[in-house]
């Protein structure tokens, strides 16, 4: 006759074993709740920073409207229409700023960003 099988966990184990899924599920709501709250924020700083950049598109448009031979305006002109997706704008102020300024500080940026926008 087998002798009868020895339990793998005895009560004083499960009862550890199930305040420590207690924990994880905890800890897990926890860091589902984290997430939110970061996906929140960064939604918040992504519009902010969208804001941003159609208040220096604004501010840049004036300054190459009056000063159209300011290379550096046109090249950060060219980045803010980048950033908002706006491509023939972007196109347009980096191919100036490369025309005003080819070997400008900022020349190698420009050339970088040229066949994304075209």
Do not use: C
């Not at 939110?36 to 598109?57: F, H, P, S, V």
């Not at 900022?106 to 075209?118: F, G, I, Q």
Request: glycine content about 4%; charged content about 30%; hydrophobic content about 50%.
């Amino acid at each position: 006759m087998r002798a009868a099988a020895k339990p793998l966990l005895d009560g004083d184990s499960i009862a550890v074993a199930d305040g420590k899924i207690a924990a994880i599920k905890q800890q897990l709501d926890e860091a589902k709740a984290l997430r939110a709250e970061a996906e929140q924020l960064r939604a918040e700083y992504a519009a902010k920073i969208a804001g941003a950049e159609k208040d220096a598109e604004a501010m840049l448009l004036k300054a190459v409207e009056a000063k159209p031979d300011f290379a550096l305006a046109h090249f950060w002109l060219g980045m803010a229409s980048f950033n908002l997706n706006k491509k023939a704008a972007a196109k347009e102020h980096l191919e100036k700023y490369l025309e005003l300024e080819p070997e400008g500080s900022e020349a190698a940026t420009a050339k970088e960003l040229l066949p994304l926008v075209k």
